[in-house]
């Protein structure tokens, strides 16, 4: 076990840029994490990292940038309404498998697709190889998804506690329409773990 601690407190929830602005203020280095990250083969992309201030806060703000018309060649015949491309689960396995990254970072990007893989083929009733992203398999949702995986491994693998993590309320628009929050596969994937009711 680590003897280092990494404690979340997901006020709001915590998007995987947020995550990863997070682990840069904690020392990560951006160029080490982008590094690796080019050994995805995507291209088309680049990490923009700035000094923002919230309430008198200062902290790191992190986007993941995607060239536009890089990403409207390479992915005109899999998008929906032009918005995200099309992967599905295989392909993002392909796409994993072949990269430059570590066995273990690999393995915990892998498992992380695959949960959200089942939550969505439960959701839609098809088998889980046949799921189709659509957010998620947009290259952004890749980049913070793997870089997740890459920051712990950078920072040596902690032990993670979290928080319950709050859920929203209302009504969000995705690839498939309006649906309510908290969308029905983040249901499926929280199933079973504390949260939190705040109204938000």
Not at 146 to 153: N, S
Not at 161 to 188: D, F, K, Q
Request: with cysteine; net charge negative; proline share 6%.
């Amino acid at each position: 076990m680590s003897s280092s601690v990494l404690y979340l407190e997901p006020i709001g929830g915590i998007a995987g840029d947020m995550f990863l602005a997070s682990a840069l203020d904690m020392g990560v280095s951006a160029q080490a994490l982008e590094a690796q990250l080019r050994g995805l083969k995507l291209q088309g992309w680049q990490l923009n990292v700035s000094k923002q201030k919230r309430h008198e806060i200062t902290g790191t703000h992190l986007d993941v940038v995607i060239d536009d018309d890089h990403a409207q060649a390479h992915d005109h015949e899999h998008t929906h309404e032009g918005a995200h491309p099309h992967r599905s689960l295989k392909d993002i396995r392909a796409l994993i498998t072949a990269s430059s990254l570590s066995h273990r970072v690999k393995e915990d990007a892998l498992r992380v697709f695959q949960i959200i893989g089942e939550a969505e083929a439960k959701i839609h009733g098809l088998p889980v190889d046949n799921v189709s992203f659509h957010e998620v398999g947009a290259v952004d949702s890749i980049i913070d998804i793997c870089g997740a995986a890459v920051v712990m491994e950078l920072l040596g693998y902690p032990t993670v506690y979290a928080s319950p993590p709050p859920l929203g309320s209302g009504t969000t628009r995705i690839a498939h329409g309006v649906v309510p929050v908290p969308v029905p596969a983040t249901l499926e994937i929280l199933k079973g773990t504390p949260v939190r009711f705040e109204g938000l």
